[in-house]
């Protein structure tokens, strides 16, 4: 394969390590990852143990469904019990712990939940269940927006009045604000999420260079990507010189993708959110705009969900925020592990706590 096999050549990751070993300041320095699908690769590709000893990679809140709060989880699952509604949900949602329960739980207990791998395929559901009103469940960052706005926008089109959207959108840029001025983490530099900036471009990050000082590399997802970025970022605290580099131009334009952005603009409304462990971040979150408000779970079902309760030892926030290492919680695997999950970090397949498990340090 193309691209798989060029960006995981051995000779080049090797001059890679050099380079950077010849490189590395005589401190400790900390790089975050933040998306939750390199957190994944750097754990499958063993980079960190590639790496000297000062350089420390910190993964970050980039898991959209780690960073969904537990009150959305227990709406989900509140409707989930109410026999009109087929709730339509993308896998990694499903064993994600609510405050008493799981969407996993609710369908033994006869709740009708679907897995769709789409918001198509949940629009798709409600056209061949005219009987039901199909509630999709839908989280997360700027990758996945397009796809259901779109679903929302053909709902709208279709006239139909069968579907609607739990919506949890969130988007990375206000997010990555609050870390950079975090003064827990000290980052020195950031590996920025490909997916995310194939939509949004490099545009939104460059405060991270001009108000913090924070050199960032826009990265792909081969180990070749990740050393490259990792040696790029080096350089620039080196020379002093932070800047935004977009390393990875075989899927990110500068600009992003704009059709995508439009669309986003024209569904979604910006809001501030909720982020599990973290908190509230102004404008770091999307609304359905108004004009589309049938198609809003949320408003057109309108529910009391009190606050969501946390298993009072998971340190997920903490994870999330990179001010530890899933291995300082107490419940890593003993009680809390990829078959029972206390927290969101450990169910989804970009959680920081399931790559740890599955992979080691
Ligand atoms: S190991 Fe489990 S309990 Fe601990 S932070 Fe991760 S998800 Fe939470």
């Not at 996993?104 to 009987?131: C, H, Q, T």
């Not at 592990?337 to 206390?342: L, T």
Request: charged share 20%; aromatic share 8%.
């Amino acid at each position: 394969m193309k691209y798989k096999d060029e960006f995981s050549d051995p000779a080049l990751a090797s001059s890679l390590v050099c380079r950077i070993k010849e490189t590395v300041p005589d401190r400790e320095v900390s790089f975050m990852e933040v998306c939750g699908t390199h957190t994944m690769a750097i754990h499958r590709y063993g980079i960190k143990s590639l790496l000297p000893e000062n350089i420390r990679l910190l993964s970050g809140p980039g898991c959209p469904v780690c960073v969904t709060p537990v009150s959305y989880m227990d709406a989900a699952i509140q409707y989930s019990r109410d026999p009109c509604f087929m709730i339509a949900t993308f896998g990694d949602l499903f064993r994600v712990p609510g405050s008493d329960s799981s969407l996993a739980m609710e369908k033994a207990l006869g709740g009708d939940i679907k897995i769709v791998y789409s918001p198509l395929g949940a629009l798709d559901l409600a056209r061949r269940n005219p009987e039901k009103h199909v509630i999709f469940l839908g989280i997360g960052f700027e990758t996945t927006l397009p796809a259901i706005a779109s679903a929302i926008v053909y709902a709208k089109e279709e006239d139909m009045d069968n579907f609607s959207v739990l919506f949890g959108g969130k988007t990375v840029p206000n997010v990555l604000r609050v870390l950079a001025g975090s003064p827990d983490l000290k980052l020195a530099g950031l590996i920025l999420p490909g997916h995310v900036s194939a939509i949004i471009g490099v545009e939104p990050y460059r405060f991270l260079a001009s108000e913090f000082s924070i050199p960032c590399a826009i990265t792909g997802f081969e180990p070749l990507d990740i050393l490259f970025s990792i040696a790029r970022l080096l350089d620039m605290v080196n020379k002093g010189r932070p800047e935004v580099l977009n390393l990875y131009p075989r899927t990110v334009k500068d600009d992003g993708n704009t059709r995508a952005c439009d669309l986003i603009q024209r569904v979604f409304c910006p809001v501030d959110s909720d982020w599990r462990g973290i908190g509230r971040i102004p404008e770091s979150g999307l609304a359905i705009r108004e004009e589309f408000a049938r198609y809003d779970a949320a408003r057109r079902f309108p529910i009391e969900v009190p606050p969501g309760k946390v298993h009072p030892g998971c340190r997920c926030g903490e994870v999330l925020k990179g001010v530890i290492t899933p291995l300082e919680c107490p419940l890593f695997g003993k009680a809390c592990h990829p078959e029972s999950p206390i927290g969101a970090c450990m169910v989804s397949s970009e959680g920081t706590c399931a790559a740890y498990y599955k992979y080691g340090t």
